[in-house]
């Protein structure tokens, strides 16, 4: 008889920190202790707290434990599964602290403030589930839904459910999930297409990963209900090649459907079929616009369609077709079973559900979070990601990754939905959330999103394939200190014609991180063109490093790893010092910033 | 499958298998298995209370977990149960066949056996 399950995470982060050898161990370790037919191993998908992996996580009690590493594994058997005590070093700091009595062992990830303050719809099997066995899912109510479509709904009582929730695409645009669906429906056709679109290509966002890697099957369940609903019996899920084991799974996973007849012919006796084949994608960021996807699907180079034709009339090899993003299927059997109305009711007037976040940057919890629509930025940096570390302090978060903008300290307030985002200039995106510090250089951030965009334009239209160039040129430009204040209004100019001109959602949106961030911090590009200076100390062109020869000890530090010998010793010895002084030759230094890291014991250099 | 009957069956089969990572249970049961307790035979206490408690379908209600030494070892094996809003019942000396009737009694119709528990033993209570 089970009486305790063992969780190891088996995301894509935990994974590459070690969570198969910590199985491994497990596996041992328990025969050792004779305790292999009491306690059952599962390997889950993404906790969410991927800077804390590997993670393990003991249920019933849920102890949560974090950074485990292999030979700790001899220490959970022998004292948490065998005497039941719980390793206490092994456990995440902010869960030791008991908070209520009754429960003995208050040591449950649910307590933890990282987890209190998240409500899990689309990420609820995460981490919960073996991914790879779908019993494990329909332990979870899996498939009930479609079971309730295709048995007691007809496909326009499931468009008008889907457009009652008031779903919208979690892929970054924000279009309503049940219209799109509705544009579909009535267009007449042999075969009918359902697309979902898995080629997460912003930095920094993994979260349609980690919904594949943990709950494959909750993707499949919600593409056979929108074939249903569209009157289509074949479907693609376009994911990118660089997520080897979200591959694996998924298609384990259409096997195992497959296998139960939740894939295929006659469906719960319905009558209706529907079957899903996977498309990998080469990692273009292009081919996450609709209908570049499409056309990849297609075996074609993945460059974007004008439209009209909309995909709903004339989408994948010409046929009627709906594309919708993971985390949007991800949503969609929830709201079959729970009702509209359930849905309706967490979020905000126009946005509702919940809202995956990816966070990354200068945060303390890297991760996943999942989120209501309408919680400020405050409380997700704050009170879930834990602030930011080494007492530094926020300056701007990005959001939407280089199609998207940044969101200043002085709007850490703002509630988070599609509409106040667009409202200041910003936009949801995929759901990427880069927190920056005093450290980060804005201008510098701007660049960065071009110089991705400069390479990932598919170069078919104009504006977006030269305008992007010469826009990254101009903030080269002006990080190296030869910028004019007209460059300043040329940039935004331009920014505003690529808008206005590019063919696609890429060249459309790829001048928002460069419009943002002129917004909200003109001061720093104007520091940067007037003073020559960057405020934050990034831009290496625009720093002088200096050494303050009355703090200087003479150790010689600096001027031993000097890489290129700009370092050398003064006559000069500062009054209480036995050694002379160093100083640097500003016209030899490189400003790698060696000589700064090596001086930390009389802190004397300093950049400016 | 051909019908939602038999995706209800699959679902009932395996939900037992994943309430255990729930934290759906009324009532804890926690035994002690420090090492005063798995000498004293904690271990097929402890095994009893997850059959019992799986085969009288208690298992969506209570959780059965484990602790470490509560420093009553010569009372071992200790067995507590917790349940919101009501005091901590506390058993000693417990056997297998002591963790069945608790099943069916405590855990099943809400009688607490007061002879098996720490007041009742002769070297505290009454």
Redesign the interface.
């Known amino acids: ?5 063992v ?1 190891i995470c088996g995301g894509t982060g935990c994974t590459s920190s070690g969570s198969k050898a910590i199985q491994q161990a497990f596996v041992d370790e328990l025969a050792k202790a004779g305790l292999s037919d ?1 306690i059952k191993l599962v390997q889950t998908g993404c906790f969410g707290l991927c800077a804390l992996g590997p993670v393990v996580i003991v ?4 102890t949560f434990y974090s950074q485990v590493k292999p030979e700790d594994v001899k220490d959970i058997v022998e004292e948490h599964l ?5 390793v206490e070093r092994l456990v995440y700091d902010e869960t030791t602290n008991p908070t209520h009595e ?4 208050n040591v ?1 990830l ?1 307590d933890t403030d990282f987890y209190k303050a998240q409500h899990r719809v689309a990420l609820r099997n995460c981490g ?2 073996d991914p790879e066995n779908i ?2 899912y ?4 899996g ?2 839904a479609l ?1 309730k479509a295709l ?1 007691e709904m007809t496909p326009e009582e499931v468009i008008q459910c889907i457009k009652d929730s008031g779903l919208r695409g979690r892929g970054g645009g924000g279009f309503p999930t049940g219209v799109k669906w509705s544009l579909c429906a009535p267009n007449k056709a042999d075969q009918k297409y359902v697309v979902c679109n898995a080629d997460e290509g912003d930095p920094g966002a993994f979260m349609d990963r980690s919904v594949l890697e943990g709950d494959p099957h909750c993707i499949i369940e919600a593409m056979a209900i929108c074939g249903y609903a569209i009157g289509a019996t074949k479907g693609f899920v376009y994911v990118r090649a660089e997520y080897p084991i979200a591959v694996a799974r998924l298609q384990l996973a259409i096997n195992q459907a497959r296998e ?3 894939l295929g012919k ?1 469906i ?2 319905s009558g209706f079929d529907f079957d899903l084949e996977i498309r990998l994608g080469a990692g273009a960021f292009v081919c996450g616009e609709e209908t570049a996807l499409m056309t990849s699907i297609e075996g074609n180079r993945g460059e974007p369609k004008p439209r009209p034709p909309f995909p709903a009339v004339k989408g994948l090899f010409g046929k009627p077709t709906v594309e919708n993003n993971v985390e949007t299927f991800a949503n969609v059997a929830q709201i079959i079973l729970h009702g509209a109305e359930w849905f309706a009711s967490m979020g905000t007037e126009r946005s509702k559900g919940t809202k995956v976040f990816a966070l990354g940057g200068k945060i303390k919890h890297t991760g996943l979070v999942e989120v209501p629509m309408g919680t400020t930025l405050r409380e997700i940096i704050y009170d879930i990601g834990g602030g930011i570390p080494n007492g530094k302090k926020f300056k701007a978060a990005q959001t939407g990754g280089p199609s998207g903008g940044c969101i200043p300290a002085s709007l850490i307030d703002t509630e988070i939905d599609y509409d106040n985002l667009t409202a200041i200039g910003c936009m949801m995106g995929s759901g990427g959330l880069i927190v920056m510090d005093e450290d980060t250089c804005m201008v510098d951030i701007a660049k960065f999103f071009l110089e991705f965009t400069v390479d990932e334009s598919c170069g078919k239209c104009t504006p977006c394939r030269v305008g992007t160039k010469r826009l990254y040129e101009m903030l080269e430009k002006i990080t190296s200190g030869k910028g004019t204040m007209e460059d300043l209004d040329k940039l935004e100019e331009l920014c505003y014609y690529i808008k206005a001109n590019s063919a696609c959602g890429l060249g459309q949106t790829a001048p928002n991180p460069v419009l943002a961030t002129l917004k909200f911090f003109r001061e720093e590009y104007e520091a940067h063109v007037r003073d020559k200076k960057c405020p934050a100390g990034v831009c290496k062109e625009l720093l002088t490093y200096s050494i303050d020869k009355d703090k200087c000890i003479g150790c010689g530090l600096c001027a031993r790893n000097c890489p290129v010998s700009a370092i050398s010793k003064t006559e000069y010895i500062a009054e209480g010092h036995k050694l002379p002084s160093y100083e640097i030759d500003a016209s030899k230094c490189i400003k790698c910033g060696v000589c700064m890291a090596n001086c930390s014991k009389a802190k004397a250099i300093s950049k400016k | ?4 009957a038999e ?1 209800q069956a ?2 009932e ?3 037992d ?2 309430v ?2 729930e ?1 759906s ?1 009324e009532i ?1 049961v ?6 005063c ?2 000498a004293a035979g904690a271990r097929p206490v ?2 009893t209370f ?2 019992e408690v ?1 085969s009288h379908g208690l298992n969506n209600k209570v ?6 030494c509560i420093g009553i070892c010569q009372f071992e094996p200790v067995v ?1 149960v ?1 349940e ?1 809003g009501k005091e ?1 019942v506390t058993y000693v000396r417990m056997t297998p066949e002591k963790a069945k009737e608790v099943v069916e009694k405590h855990l099943k119709s809400g009688k607490i056996i007061a002879e098996y528990t720490i007041t009742n033993d002769r070297l505290i209570g009454g």
Do not use: C
């Not at chain 1, 008889?1 to 399950?5: A, D, L, Y």
């Not at chain 2, 926690?30 to 090492?35: E, I, L, Q, S």
């Open positions: 008889m089970i009486r305790s399950h969780l009491e249920h019933p009690d849920g065998l005497k039941g005590r719980v009754i429960m003995s062992g449950s649910n919960v589930i019993d494990e329909i332990a979870m109510d498939y009930a079971g048995t139960y007849g939740l006659n719960f006796d | 499958m051909k019908s939602l995706l699959i679902r089969k395996m939900r298998k994943v255990l990572r934290d249970g804890r926690v035994v002690g298995m420090a090492t307790g798995i402890l095994n997850v059959e799986n959780t059965v977990s484990q602790t470490g507590e917790y919101a901590k």
